[in-house]
């Protein structure tokens, strides 16, 4: 069978070819308009992977999780968040509230006729998966990978700080961020009112989650809080500490085992 690219114009979109291929990618025009780059492999249990901030969607092909769900038969489901990758980049930050990030991927979801899937988040990924536990029933099992339960403050320091950085050159201590964001192209805008929108979620919220969660972080992580305080927040949720530090845990190979044995036992 050939394989059609898939185009969306104008919130339309010409389908060449059944959602069963083995790859697909294009655009899904989400609820305001904004166009969201999205990659689907494979054609079995659905499973979403949500990057982190400065990252897109590219970057999980770049860690041995990707193809071990690959070689186990998983659909996964990669996408780049507005403000990322090949997705439309807004400069209002209207456009990052409102739980806008999570929004895109359940009406992403919707769009591929998921009756049910899972999902990974890594860092800000793990945020946004957050919202999806609350808000989408849809949602089978998660993994909150690098997070711990800082986020569910919604004046966290480290977030107001990163968005004051990335709206003024001058804040001193950010130079690293600065310089990745110069080297790779990013839109330091769009970070800035990602920063800005990015939505925290309460711990009674998070006590009314059924669904079975794992928490996993590096044990040289502490970037985003304790991932044991988060997981006890989560009332089907376990915690798994695994060698490395925040951007290095989702890496290793001990990462993978364990997404990898959850799934078994939670898709």
């Known amino acids: 069978m050939k394989i059609l690219a898939i185009f969306v114009l104008a919130g339309t979109c010409l389908l060449g070819t059944s959602f069963s291929q083995e790859k697909k990618q294009g655009y899904f025009v989400s609820f305001d308009s904004t166009r969201i780059y999205y990659e689907v492999a494979g054609k079995g249990y659905p499973v979403l992977l949500i990057h982190g901030f400065m990252n897109s ?35 209002e930050p209207e ?70 950085a990335m709206m003024n050159d001058s804040i001193p201590g950010f130079d690293g961020a600065r310089k990745k964001i110069k080297d790779n192209g990013l839109d330091q805008t769009a970070l800035a009112y990602q920063q800005k929108g990015q939505p925290s979620t309460s711990a009674e919220e998070l006590s009314r989650v059924k669904q079975n969660v794992m928490v996993i972080c590096g044990d040289k992580d502490q970037d985003n809080g304790n991932g044991a305080e988060l997981a006890k927040l989560i009332p089907n949720a376990v915690f798994v500490t695994i060698p490395g530090n925040h951007g290095g845990a989702w890496h290793t190979p001990e990462f993978t085992t364990e997404v990898m044995a959850f799934f078994a036992k939670n898709k």
Do not use: C
């Open 57 to 91: 969607g590219e970057d999980w092909k770049k860690i041995p999780l990707y193809n071990a769900l690959m070689e186990k038969g998983y659909m996964v489901i990669t996408v780049d968040q507005r403000g990322n990758g090949k997705s439309d980049k807004p400069h």
């Open 95 to 164: 456009a990052y509230a409102n739980d806008a990030e999570a929004k895109d991927l359940m009406g992403l979801i919707h769009f591929l006729h998921l009756k049910k899937y899972s999902f990974v988040g890594y860092s800000r990924g793990s945020i946004i998966g957050a919202r999806l536990l609350v808000l989408d029933k849809r949602v089978n099992s998660a993994v909150l990978g690098g997070m711990g339960a800082d986020f569910t403050n919604p004046l966290w320091p480290r977030r107001i700080a990163f968005y004051e």
